[in-house]
């Protein structure tokens, strides 16, 4: 079974410049979350989506951050524009278990290191 | 508000030693914990978790944690490390059953040969 696939690696831009990551869950999976984790914290939830509606967004900063999640499979994290502060890592997880079921297990992808310049 | 404390940021222990991380949490409810693993370069991967039951929880690669209500605590440990076990340490605890995790701010082990 694949894992979740995520791209770029790595990214470096320059302050007020725009970036987008994207995120693969394995397959059938119908929560999907966007994580920051900056340097020397625990990754920390930005959005959460079930299928292709939003569950929770409440500490996605929406002045600059941005996610979708087509047709429930595929999403992509937008920042516009960078600021230094956002310089982290960007983990996406999925998860097979509907929104409020227990236990169930998130996925982790390699992540997207980012770095404003 | 769940949130989760790992008091040490760092521990060093040698090969073969044994090994416990701790992990406090703060939850009105009854929680939902995990132990997650991260090597550098790499996402994070579920050691262990615990719902109910046995407080003993077995996971992966040899761990096992410990749930104390009375503590709010659920510690991770190991009876012999292996260099292999060089990593960062999280301990993340869950709402809703598992689907709104928090993480605290991880412990990394390093291993002395």
Known sequence: EAGVAQSPRYKIIEKRQSVAFWCNPISGHATLYWYQQILGQGPKLLIQFQNNGVVDDSQLPKDRFSAERLKGVDSTLKIQPAKLEDSAVYLCASSSGLAGGPGNEQFFGPGTRLTVL | ?113
């Open chain 2, 1 to 113: 508000a769940q949130s989760v404390t790992q008091p040490d940021i760092h521990i060093t222990v040698s090969e073969g030693a044994s090994l416990e991380l701790r992990c406090n949490y703060s939850y009105g409810a009854t929680p939902y914990l995990f132990w997650y693993v991260q090597s550098p370069g790499q996402g994070l991967q579920l050691l262990l978790k615990y719902f109910s039951g046995d407080t003993l929880v077995q996971g992966i690669k040899g761990f096992e944690a410990e749930f104390k209500r009375s503590q709010s605590s659920f510690n991770l440990r190991k009876p012999s490390v292996h260099w292999s076990d060089a990593a960062e340490y999280f301990c993340a605890v869950g709402a809703q059953g598992a689907q709104k995790l928090v993480f605290g701010q991880g412990t990394r082990l390093t291993i002395n040969p």
